[in-house]
């Protein structure tokens, strides 16, 4: 969510990074969905600068409803240095929140087409929103990720399943890979468990900032209302996060 936890996950031995646009929206005092495309773009602009590892961004539904901002917020993530990032099938503010099905894949279809004029690799990533929104519809969920499939997104993401069958059953009716998202609160997936059914790539979604706030909470709460300070008996050293972020 910064360009110092960034460095932090770099230092750590991951890979690859991804953003969290909920946990950048929370550390710049904001609502998720609060942050506009060109705040959005510089912002992981600077996470792609802080490591040497591939970073791929969440970028919400692509900051509109039609297809030519989808189109124009693809290639503002190229700009960026971005390898790859994501785009939902769902908007934010009154309404029904889930795009029309016919709409959905009009959408993915038209980052497909400027991911596809790149002379280099980008992972466009499409997100079937119904159960992050109560709509627990299983096949129409499997329905929409296999659109996307079709319209050329090269992984295929539904956030909020938490029942490892439906999971098993999500993979094994598509073709590409498959994101599962760990972070949820209560929901215990292991890497083990999740590689055995297939799933190749699995993110946690904005959990490491609840984390870290959750953290700082406790500690601001222990100050406020006890007087005490035991806190600082936890967290590793200044200088431990120095050697780290180099």
Known sequence: WDAGSARLLAATGFEALASTSVGYAFSVGRQDHGIPRD?????VTSLVAATYLPGIADLENGFGDDTKTVAETIRMAVKAGLAGCSIEDSRDGPGE???EFGHAVDRVRAAVDVVRTLPFP????ARAENYLHGRRDLADTIRRLQAFQEAGANVLYAPGLTDMQEITTMVKSVDF??????GMQGVHFNLQD???IGVRRVSVGGALTRVALGAFLRAAREMKEFGTFTFV???ISSHEISELIG
Do not use: Q
Not at 122 to 125: G, I, V
């Open 97 to 99: 929140p889930i795009y």
């Open 177 to 182: 890979p498959v994101n599962v998202l760990a």
């Open 233 to 235: 008996d936890e967290p």
């Open 194 to 196: 999740l590689s055995r």
């Open 122 to 125: 980008f992972m466009l990533t």
């Open 39 to 43: 705040e959005m773009i510089a912002h």
